[in-house]
């Protein structure tokens, strides 16, 4: 028969697994909630409806609405670093990577990611503590993509005047613009996806020239 210690850590297990499911079933309530209805709309009670559980649910676990999307934007941000870092580290050319890269895109303004990242980043436009965690995470991707360019970089006869580092920041750029144009229905939508996706093209002929 388990003894009082063995029961009392068993019975925490299922505490913190009874926990960590609540806090994904609001996060997801709330990600809903972005993607729909977005950011001005967006409230604790209408998250707590979606996910049938209590408003107080909300408070504990996060301690507010801001807690509680800071915690959806870290979650999300690291399941999709972890993504990317996995497709940079694959032995695809460049180029290749840089296509599936754009086929990430589609999916991600397909499931509604793409709308959730710009209404979290529009939110921080107001809200320090917010804008101040899209900085952090943000530079996650940027580092990882300095890392690439270097790699890359190493590989290639001259990229001048571009750094590693200037590559970086204008490719983040440079997606996080065309993710803001999708989002508002720009009629350019198709020049604009095939222009981001003949960048690949050119870096083909980068490697093809250095073989």
């Known amino acids: 028969m388990p003894d009082s210690t063995t029961i009392e850590h068993l019975n925490e297990g299922k505490r913190q697994a009874k926990n960590k499911d609540a806090r994904l ?12 209805d977005g ?18 649910q ?13 915690a959806l934007y870290e979650y999300l941000n690291a399941s999709l670093l972890d993504r990317q870092k996995a497709m940079f580290e694959s032995d ?34 107001s809200d320090p ?19 690439v360019a270097r790699r890359w970089a190493a590989n290639q006869t001259n990229i001048s005047p571009f750094t590693p580092e200037g590559l970086a920041n204008l490719v983040g750029s440079l997606f996080l613009g065309v993710e803001s144009r999708l989002l508002s229905q720009d ?18 002929t980068f490697e093809d020239a250095n073989k």
Not at 25 to 36: F, I, R
Not at 96 to 112: F, M, P, R, T
Not at 116 to 122: F, I
């Open 39 to 56: 950011y001005a709309a967006l409230s604790t009670r209408r998250v707590a409806e979606r996910a049938e559980m209590p408003l107080s």
């Open 187 to 204: 009629s350019q939508k198709e020049t604009i996806l095939r222009s981001l996706r003949d960048v690949g093209s050119l870096i083909k």
């Open 92 to 125: 695809l050319p460049l180029s290749e990577q840089w296509n599936l890269a754009c086929d990430y895109l589609d999916e991600d303004v397909a499931s509604g990611y793409v709308r959730v990242l710009q209404e979290l980043t529009a939110a921080g436009w």
């Open 58 to 70: 909300i408070h504990y676990h996060f301690g507010s609405k801001q807690g509680l999307l800071l």
């Open 25 to 36: 079933t609001l996060m997801m309530a709330a990600e809903h909630c972005l993607q729909h």
């Open 129 to 147: 503590a917010i804008a101040a965690a899209i900085r952090l995470n943000s530079q996650g991707w940027i580092d990882l993509l300095t890392d």
